[in-house]
Nanobody
Framework: QVQLVESGGGLVQAGGSLRLSCAAS????????MGWFRQAPGKEREFVAT????????YYAPSVKGRFTISRDAVKNTVYLEMNSLKSEDTAVYYC?????????????????WGRGTQVTISS
C-alpha cells in the first residue's frame, strides 16, 4: 500500500508560480513512477506530468510543457510540481498519482494509487 499526501495548493494571480509537493509513504513507494493529474470543475481528470522511478524520464501534457517541471527527491520520498506562468485554465484540483511505470502513468486508468488532491486557483 502506498499513501500519497499533496500540499502546496492555493490562490495565485495569473502569471505567478506555485510549487506542489506530494509526500509518498509505504514500503514500496520508491519503486513507483509518480505523476500529477488535475481535474477542473465539470471536466474529466487529465494527465499533467509524470516522472520515472529514477527521475531520468519525464513526460508532460502539451498544455503545461515548458511551464511546469516535475521532480522527485528520493531521500524525502517526495515529488514536486513546479508551476510557472500560471494561467486561469490551470485552475483545478491537482492529484498526485503513483503507477508501476512512467509510460503507464500518463493514462488515468493505469494509476495504482491516488492522493486526495490539492486545490489550485488562478485569478485573472
Amino acid at each position: 500500500q502506498v499513501q500519497l499526501v499533496e500540499s502546496g495548493g492555493g490562490l495565485v494571480q495569473a502569471g505567478g508560480s506555485l510549487r506542489l509537493s506530494c509526500a509518498a509513504s509505504g514500503r514500496t513507494s520508491s519503486s513507483y513512477a509518480m505523476g500529477w493529474f488535475r481535474q477542473a470543475p465539470g471536466k474529466e481528470r487529465e494527465f499533467v506530468a509524470t516522472i520515472s522511478q529514477s527521475g531520468a524520464i519525464t513526460y508532460y501534457a502539451p498544455s503545461v510543457k515548458g511551464r511546469f517541471t516535475i521532480s522527485r527527491d528520493a531521500v524525502k520520498n517526495t515529488v514536486y510540481l513546479e508551476m510557472n506562468s500560471l494561467k486561469s485554465e490551470d485552475t483545478a484540483v491537482y492529484y498526485c498519482a503513483a503507477s508501476s511505470s512512467v509510460v503507464r502513468a500518463v493514462v488515468r486508468s493505469n494509476i495504482d494509487y491516488w492522493g486526495r488532491g490539492t486545490q489550485v486557483t488562478i485569478s485573472s
